[in-house]
């Protein structure tokens, strides 16, 4: 058996995958981290990166790295509108990634490319590989739920629930329960022609592709992917977690994480800190952002919180916080820009994460038992809040976005009151699923093996 799988392993030292990951952390870190899984499994890896978020090769010193130049001028980069960004990207890259693919298929000096793996986002990707006859496979770095939602776009314009009218809020989606109007994946304040053309992109092109691989796992979004089964043609991978794959990854963090975290966390009661993060791209107004800081202060409990540089729009940092706000809290609080947050979810210290419910932060609060309050901001963020609540009900959602009285109250009923034992019962089961799906035998590990089959079989 032994001997057979190093047989395999050989015969795969002759291939090369090639992977494009979209230049935001939400999309670096899951691709990042399959290209380990993959590498592992014996395939040669280059990584194919834009000069906007540019990656550090050092961390990777097994994978060859090839930057293009993207065009993004620095006004574009600072935008907040990752819709008119992420549409820049699919038009601007695809001359240069056309062009690196065309030197790293005719380079004999290397071994032979079985595919491309390209996020989802990245949807011009398509057009390039076949006109290059090469198989495309498509990492989608959110999850099932909310891939289920945006692939049924046309049907809900059709039907009226889109675009969303302030009126309709409430209304739920009878075609997908339990999701109401309010939940789905949209996002204020940005051309919503341009959104649609980037989702039907992302989902069209993800239909076309030779492949689907998710950072999720069947026991989490079985009936999702059921779904997606009988809906999409190609064949449907979900691996994840792929940071519990406990192979020895380096860190694809664009930002410095700060260590001071873990060590204020070691100081702490067991199980009696709030841990704040709303990722990497969310931002928030100075108003909301002061409901958020008192509503913690107001808690009473101790908490960590992630304020990155330029959270607040038109801050620089923690500039709206009353004077003198931080010393009257006695130590009870910490207030970093970046946090290494796989280590702080796994600190004993750590009661509940408070989070703006993008899928890495879900899928790593599920893996270590953390019960969340979600407060969705944007697209994806919102379906995954709904799932978090009412379908695996291992968090709580503020339901009035940001509002001190309201965020004082959830947080009482997920650290005091039985409502919360509850939720950590049943995060501390799912826990044990994406444990179990990793462990011999487990589905994602069943499905890595498919997956590692289907590319080995497929030919440029
Ligand atoms: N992250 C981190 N430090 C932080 C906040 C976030 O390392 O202080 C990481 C987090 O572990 C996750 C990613 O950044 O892997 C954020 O991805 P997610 O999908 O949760 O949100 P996004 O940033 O895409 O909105």
């Given amino acids: 058996m032994?001997?057979?799988?190093?047989?395999?392993?050989?015969?795969?030292?002759g291939r090369r995958l090639v992977l494009f990951p979209l230049p935001f952390q939400g999309h670096i870190n899951p691709m990042l981290l399959l290209a380990t899984i993959l590498h592992s499994k014996g395939f040669s890896i280059t990584i194919i990166h834009t000069n906007f978020n540019s990656l550090n090769p050092s961390n990777f010193p097994n994978f060859t790295f090839h930057s293009i130049p993207d065009g993004i001028l620095e006004s574009e980069a600072s935008s907040k509108d990752v819709i008119a960004l992420a549409k820049l990207l699919n038009t601007k890259c695809v001359e240069p990634f056309r062009d690196c693919m065309v030197k790293l298929l005719s380079d004999v000096s290397?071994?032979?490319?079985?595919?491309?793996?390209?996020?989802?986002?990245?949807?011009?990707?398509?057009?390039?590989?076949?006109?290059?006859?090469?198989?495309?496979?498509?990492?989608?770095?959110?999850?099932?739920?909310?891939?289920?939602?945006?692939?049924?776009?046309?049907?809900?314009?059709?039907?009226?629930?889109?675009?969303?009218?302030?009126?309709?809020?409430?209304?739920?989606?009878?075609?997908?329960?339990?999701?109401?109007?309010?939940?789905?994946?949209?996002?204020?304040?940005?051309?919503?022609?341009?959104?649609?053309?980037?989702?039907?992109?992302?989902?069209?092109?993800?239909?076309?592709s030779s492949g689907i691989i998710w950072n999720s796992f069947e026991e989490l979004e079985q009936s999702e992917?059921?779904?997606?089964?009988?809906?999409?043609?190609?064949?449907?991978?979900?691996?994840?977690?792929?940071?519990?794959?406990?192979?020895?990854?380096?860190?694809?963090?664009?930002?410095?994480?700060?260590?001071?975290?873990?060590?204020?966390?070691?100081?702490?009661?067991?199980?009696?800190?709030?841990?704040?993060?709303?990722?990497?791209?969310?931002?928030?107004?100075?108003?909301?952002?002061?409901?958020?800081?008192?509503?913690?202060?107001?808690?009473?409990?101790?908490?960590?919180?992630?304020?990155?540089?330029?959270?607040?729009?038109?801050?620089?940092?923690?500039?709206?916080?009353?004077?003198?706000?931080?010393?009257?809290?006695?130590?009870?609080?910490?207030?970093?820009?970046?946090?290494?947050?796989?280590e702080v979810l796994a600190h004993p210290a750590v009661a509940a994460f408070w989070t703006h419910s993008g899928w890495?932060?879900?899928?790593?609060?599920?893996?270590?038992?953390?019960?969340?309050?979600?407060?969705?901001?944007?697209?994806?963020?919102?379906?995954?809040?709904?799932?978090?609540?009412?379908?695996?009900k291992v968090g709580l959602q503020l339901e009035n976005g940001s509002d001190r009285l309201e965020i004082e109250r959830c947080i009482r009923r997920l650290m005091v009151e039985k409502e919360g034992e509850e939720i950590r019962d049943r995060i501390s089961k799912l826990k044990d699923k994406a444990k179990f799906c990793l462990q011999q035998g487990g589905s994602s590990l069943q499905n890595l093996d498919s997956l590692v089959s289907h590319i080995s079989k497929l030919e440029s």
């Fill in 2 to 13: 032994e001997n057979q799988i190093d047989t395999q392993m050989e015969q795969r030292k």
């Fill in 110 to 208: 290397e071994e032979p490319i079985s595919c491309l793996i390209s996020d989802a986002f990245f949807y011009f990707t398509q057009a390039v590989a076949d006109s290059l006859r090469l198989p495309r496979v498509v990492l989608r770095t959110g999850g099932l739920s909310s891939f289920v939602v945006f692939a049924a776009f046309p049907l809900l314009r059709e039907r009226g629930y889109l675009p969303i009218h302030d009126s309709q809020l409430e209304e739920p989606v009878a075609e997908l329960p339990p999701l109401k109007v309010k939940d789905l994946p949209v996002m204020d304040n940005v051309d919503p022609d341009l959104f649609n053309e980037i989702v039907d992109g992302m989902v069209n092109e993800s239909k076309a």
């Fill in 225 to 342: 992917l059921d779904t997606l089964r009988q809906e999409f043609p190609n064949p449907i991978f979900p691996i994840g977690p792929f940071h519990k794959y406990y192979l020895a990854s380096s860190s694809s963090s664009l930002l410095a994480q700060d260590q001071s975290s873990i060590s204020w966390l070691d100081k702490q009661a067991p199980k009696s800190v709030i841990y704040a993060s709303f990722g990497s791209l969310a931002a928030l107004s100075e108003a909301q952002f002061l409901e958020i800081a008192w509503g913690l202060a107001n808690s009473n409990q101790p908490f960590l919180w992630v304020v990155r540089s330029g959270l607040v729009r038109g801050s620089e940092w923690l500039e709206p916080l009353p004077s003198g706000f931080l010393e009257t809290l006695n130590g009870r609080a910490h207030i970093i820009k970046w946090a290494p947050q796989l």
């Fill in 360 to 392: 890495n932060s879900t899928l790593e609060s599920i893996c270590e038992g953390v019960p969340m309050i979600c407060m969705p901001c944007f697209t994806d963020q919102k379906v995954n809040a709904k799932y978090v609540s009412q379908v695996w």
